[in-house]
């Protein structure tokens, strides 16, 4: 049964994470209050990108917090991922609904309207909206959408959604108020010195909300 809390995402970036390893961050955001987390690493190639993430799934077994990778399907079924995400310009859902199955969890990267009318909510279970803001963790992301257009977005999609793109602890409320059901970050828990703390912040304004 596919059950997951989008409220705070973690997107793991490896440049960040060089005072504290991959591992160590995830563990720590774990402790903090993190609900999902995904493994992103754009330069580490499919064998690096299972290597870590085998270690993270070994790490994180019991805690009940799924592991999410970025776009690499043949990472995320060696590993034994509970899912994957894709964007605009990876792997097709359906194609990877297809080779992952019906338990697996698909998230869905939507920067614009025409991509939100058009996902398809028996293939995605949830999507990321973004980017809110421009951010250097993601160089070559499409447009800043801002809270407005992340409103919209999560209205047209109708899908569970999370927020992302150059989010920190001040924006919990009007990510949850622009109708989310989660942000996403990296640099607000990925490279502080304190990510258990950084996490549990975000974690302690997003209780607050509710």
Do not use: W
Not at 15 to 23: A, E, G, I, P, Q
Not at 53 to 58: N, T
């Amino acid at each position: 049964m596919k059950s997951f809390d989008l409220s705070l995402y973690l997107v793991l970036d490896p440049d960040l994470c060089r005072t504290h390893s991959m591992v160590e961050t995830t563990m720590a955001a774990i402790a903090g209050g993190a609900t999902i987390v995904q493994l992103r690493d754009k330069k580490a190639g499919t064998e690096g990108l299972i290597r870590i993430g085998r270690e993270l799934i070994k790490a994180m077994a019991g805690t009940g917090v799924p592991l999410i990778v970025n776009d690499d399907i043949e990472a995320a079924i060696a590993i034994g991922a509970d899912g994957l995400h894709v964007g605009q310009d990876d792997l097709p859902s359906q194609m990877a609904r297809e080779r992952l199955g019906r338990d697996k969890i698909i998230g869905l990267s939507i920067e614009d309207e025409t991509v939100a009318r058009k996902v398809d909510p028996g293939i995605v279970d949830y999507v990321g909206i973004g980017p809110v803001f421009a951010t250097s963790t993601k160089p070559d992301h499409k447009p800043a959408i801002g809270f407005d257009g992340l409103a919209d977005l999560v209205k047209i999609a109708g899908l569970p959604s999370v927020a992302i793109g150059g989010l920190k602890k001040n924006h919990v409320e009007p990510v949850f108020g622009a109708g989310a059901n989660g942000i996403a970050v990296v640099s607000a828990i990925c490279g502080q010195p304190d990510p258990e703390g950084a996490t549990r912040a975000i974690a302690d304004a997003i209780a607050a909300l509710k």
